[in-house]
Nanobody
Framework: VQLQASGGGLVQAGGSLRLSCVAS????????MGWFRQAPGKEREFVAS????????SYADSVQGRFTISRDNAKDTVFLQMNSLKPEDTAVYYC?????????????????WGQGTLVTVSS
Protein backbone atom coordinates (compact mmCIF):
# COMPACT_ATOMS: atom_id res chain seq x y z
CA VAL A 1 0.00 0.00 0.00
CA GLN A 2 1.24 3.49 -0.87
CA LEU A 3 -0.18 6.40 1.09
CA GLN A 4 -0.07 10.01 -0.08
CA ALA A 5 -0.91 12.68 2.47
CA SER A 6 -1.71 16.24 1.45
CA GLY A 7 -3.47 19.37 2.63
CA GLY A 8 -0.93 20.77 5.03
CA GLY A 9 0.12 24.38 5.05
CA LEU A 10 0.52 27.54 7.08
CA VAL A 11 -2.49 28.73 9.05
CA GLN A 12 -3.09 31.20 11.87
CA ALA A 13 -4.13 30.03 15.29
CA GLY A 14 -7.86 29.41 15.38
CA GLY A 15 -7.94 28.46 11.72
CA SER A 16 -8.76 25.19 10.01
CA LEU A 17 -7.17 22.72 7.63
CA ARG A 18 -8.34 19.48 6.07
CA LEU A 19 -5.78 16.79 5.45
CA SER A 20 -6.29 13.98 2.95
CA CYS A 21 -4.60 10.61 2.65
CA VAL A 22 -5.07 8.71 -0.59
CA ALA A 23 -4.14 5.04 -0.81
CA SER A 24 -2.95 3.22 -3.91
CA UNK A 25 -1.68 -0.26 -4.63
CA UNK A 26 -4.53 -1.90 -2.76
CA UNK A 27 -7.83 -0.84 -1.28
CA UNK A 28 -7.94 0.32 2.33
CA UNK A 29 -11.70 -0.14 2.61
CA UNK A 30 -11.24 -3.06 5.04
CA UNK A 31 -8.43 -1.50 7.06
CA UNK A 32 -8.55 0.71 10.12
CA MET A 33 -6.55 3.88 9.49
CA GLY A 34 -4.77 6.33 11.71
CA TRP A 35 -3.26 9.79 11.72
CA PHE A 36 -0.12 10.58 13.68
CA ARG A 37 2.02 13.69 13.97
CA GLN A 38 5.61 14.49 14.76
CA ALA A 39 6.80 17.88 15.91
CA PRO A 40 10.47 18.90 15.62
CA GLY A 41 12.55 17.18 18.27
CA LYS A 42 9.64 15.09 19.52
CA GLU A 43 8.47 11.54 19.06
CA ARG A 44 5.69 10.64 16.69
CA GLU A 45 2.36 10.73 18.50
CA PHE A 46 -1.13 9.43 17.91
CA VAL A 47 -3.78 11.85 16.68
CA ALA A 48 -6.80 9.84 15.56
CA SER A 49 -7.93 6.47 14.27
CA UNK A 50 -11.01 5.27 12.39
CA UNK A 51 -12.60 1.85 11.97
CA UNK A 52 -12.65 0.51 8.40
CA UNK A 53 -16.42 1.12 8.20
CA UNK A 54 -16.15 4.46 9.99
CA UNK A 55 -18.15 3.34 13.00
CA UNK A 56 -15.55 3.71 15.75
CA UNK A 57 -13.22 6.67 16.02
CA SER A 58 -10.55 7.36 18.58
CA TYR A 59 -8.80 10.63 19.32
CA ALA A 60 -5.90 11.84 21.38
CA ASP A 61 -7.01 13.96 24.31
CA SER A 62 -5.13 16.93 22.88
CA VAL A 63 -7.29 17.05 19.73
CA GLN A 64 -10.61 15.72 21.02
CA GLY A 65 -13.41 18.10 20.07
CA ARG A 66 -11.27 19.99 17.54
CA PHE A 67 -10.26 17.33 15.02
CA THR A 68 -12.48 14.90 13.11
CA ILE A 69 -11.31 11.82 11.25
CA SER A 70 -13.42 10.46 8.42
CA ARG A 71 -13.06 8.31 5.33
CA ASP A 72 -14.43 7.70 1.87
CA ASN A 73 -13.86 4.03 1.08
CA ALA A 74 -15.05 4.43 -2.49
CA LYS A 75 -12.07 6.72 -3.03
CA ASP A 76 -9.65 4.92 -0.67
CA THR A 77 -9.19 8.20 1.13
CA VAL A 78 -9.01 9.19 4.77
CA PHE A 79 -9.46 12.75 6.00
CA LEU A 80 -8.51 14.74 9.06
CA GLN A 81 -10.51 17.91 9.57
CA MET A 82 -8.63 20.17 11.97
CA ASN A 83 -10.43 23.13 13.52
CA SER A 84 -9.45 25.65 16.18
CA LEU A 85 -5.81 25.01 15.43
CA LYS A 86 -3.19 25.92 17.99
CA PRO A 87 0.55 26.59 17.61
CA GLU A 88 1.19 23.33 19.45
CA ASP A 89 -0.51 21.47 16.59
CA THR A 90 2.46 22.35 14.38
CA ALA A 91 3.96 19.09 13.11
CA VAL A 92 4.34 16.78 10.17
CA TYR A 93 1.15 14.73 9.94
CA TYR A 94 1.26 11.12 8.77
CA CYS A 95 -1.42 8.65 7.82
CA UNK A 96 -0.92 4.94 8.35
CA UNK A 97 -2.57 1.55 8.03
CA UNK A 98 -3.41 -0.35 11.21
CA UNK A 99 -2.28 -3.90 12.00
CA UNK A 100 -5.09 -5.88 13.60
CA UNK A 101 -4.60 -6.55 17.31
CA UNK A 102 -2.47 -3.66 18.49
CA UNK A 103 -3.47 -0.63 20.50
CA UNK A 104 -4.79 2.13 18.25
CA UNK A 105 -2.51 4.75 19.74
CA UNK A 106 0.80 2.97 19.27
CA UNK A 107 3.12 3.68 16.34
CA UNK A 108 4.05 -0.02 16.34
CA UNK A 109 0.42 -0.95 15.60
CA UNK A 110 0.70 0.53 12.10
CA UNK A 111 2.71 -0.82 9.19
CA UNK A 112 2.38 1.32 6.05
CA TRP A 113 3.02 5.05 6.38
CA GLY A 114 2.58 8.02 4.10
CA GLN A 115 5.33 10.58 3.54
CA GLY A 116 3.73 13.21 5.75
CA THR A 117 2.38 16.68 5.22
CA LEU A 118 3.57 19.71 7.18
CA VAL A 119 1.13 21.76 9.22
CA THR A 120 2.37 25.04 10.65
CA VAL A 121 0.16 27.08 12.98
CA SER A 122 1.28 30.62 13.69
CA SER A 123 0.32 32.51 16.83
Amino acid sequence: VQLQASGGGLVQAGGSLRLSCVASGRSISSIRMGWFRQAPGKEREFVASIHYAGRLRSYADSVQGRFTISRDNAKDTVFLQMNSLKPEDTAVYYCATYITGGAFSLVSSYNYWGQGTLVTVSS
